[in-house]
């Protein structure tokens, strides 16, 4: 079984499963269908179809039919889960901290498989109305105690417990990297769209969808903001990921590298969009947008030349950071983020402690002095 990628006729990315006999794996997509229609964004149906094809694969290993699936099968699923790795579900290797699924991971192929079985259930396609209880809600009264039991480890040491059903998940430190590195960042980068880009992540934390799904027509210099909108079929695949329109302010610094990327680079180049493949030097490609597996390139090369591992999502951590530590309130740095509700935002960055704020909120930082130097940055790069 595998996930094909496929392109609707407005350009919407879909995704569908097909089987060993390279046929269509109706009853999956069908459910990918559902989903489509229910408004949910492409990156969340394919995960969806990524997370069903692992569970027919052991389904298929087990010899069992989904139709007719038990307490049992589903505690050896979550176990199927914990002691393979995430490269290779059909074999049973040694799990590593490197190639072991993370709890938040198991979490959401379970819970894919609910919203699976539910369809079906609704539908009259499956009567199993017990298993379906004990997968919606594992720890429910009736049936905590009944699946406590369920701790088997996996075959390594590990330090945290497992449990069937969803994984206790412990918050990982946003990785960040400092205002030195940032200035190697820009100064790493060969080009004005480079720079452009770079710097835009920095200043404002978007994530790279958002950031390559920019149209020229999102940018109001008069009012020196952004206009961020969710939009499903640009050609790149670019998604913003939140469904809310919001404006993001920018600096007059990155407008003026604006100004100067557009009577440069972009000059004769037909394209809505602010990142484009500009240096093909194919007329045919240069209006292309910018991809993700560009961008992946991009901070690819930046790492090896500074020697430091940085990537995108670091940029929008180390900005989030940076003005929580600054005495900016959460509730304003979730709505900078684009988070739906400040708990996101406190989950993610609980390892700023009171006393840490606390100290950096006397360091009195100057963030106009900040841009200044990485913008001397972006002058000391060239181009």
């Known amino acids: 079984m595998k996930v094909v990628s496929l392109l609707s006729d407005n350009g919407k990315p879909l995704y569908r ?20 229609n229910r408004g949910r964004s492409s990156n969340t ?27 049992d099968d589903w505690v050896n699923f979550v176990q199927y889960l914990k002691c393979s790795t995430k490269d290779e579900a059909l074999v049973l290797l040694p799990v590593t901290d490197k190639n072991a699924r993370t709890a938040s991971t198991i979490n959401r192929v379970l819970s894919t498989i609910n919203t699976f079985y539910k369809y079906y259930h609704a539908s009259g396609d499956v009567q199993m109305p ?34 069937i059903g969803k994984q206790q998940v412990s918050t990982p430190i946003p990785k960040t990297i400092n205002a030195e590195t940032q200035k190697l960042v820009v100064r790493a980068c060969n080009n004005r769209r480079d ?32 206009l961020i909108k969710y939009r499903e079929n640009n050609p790149n695949q670019a998604l913003s990921k939140s469904r809310i ?13 604006y100004t100067d990327y557009l009577m440069s680079d972009v000059d004769g180049v037909d394209s809505d969009f602010v990142f484009s493949n500009l240096y ?10 910018t991809t993700y597996a560009t961008v992946k390139a991009l901070f690819k090369r930046i790492s090896k030349k500074i020697g430091v591992n940085v990537t995108p999502h670091m940029m929008r951590h ?66």
């Open 195 to 226: 720079r452009l880009l770079i710097l835009l992540l920095i200043e404002t934390g978007m994530r790279i969808g958002q950031a390559i799904g920019i149209k020229h027509e999102d940018i109001e210099s008069w009012n020196k903001q952004i």
């Open 130 to 163: 017990s298993i379906l209880e004990c997968i919606s809600n594992p720890f429910a009264n009736s049936h905590s105690s009944f699946l406590s039991f369920a701790s088997k480890s996996r075959p390594r040491a590990v330090k945290r417990s497992v449990t």
């Open 318 to 383: 180390s900005h989030a950071t940076e003005l929580l530590r600054s005495g900016v309130s959460i509730e304003i740095v979730a709505k900078r983020l684009g988070h739906r509700s400040i708990e996101t935002t406190k989950r993610i960055y609980e390892h700023l402690t009171a006393e840490d704020l606390k100290n950096e909120l006397h360091r009195h930082r100057d963030e106009s002095a900040l841009l200044s130097s990485l913008y001397s940055a972006n002058d000391e790069g060239g181009c």
């Open 17 to 36: 499963v097909y089987g060993d006999d390279k046929l269509p794996f109706k009853v999956v997509n069908t459910f990918l269908s559902f989903q489509e």
């Open 280 to 289: 093909n030097f194919n007329n045919l490609d240069r209006a292309a947008p």
């Open 245 to 257: 329109t919001q404006y993001i302010h920018i600096s007059e610094h990155w407008l003026n590298l």
């Open 45 to 71: 149906v394919r995960s969806h179809a990524y997370d069903l094809v692992l569970y027919f694969r052991f389904l298929r290993q087990a010899a069992k039919s989904w139709h007719h699936v038990g307490i």
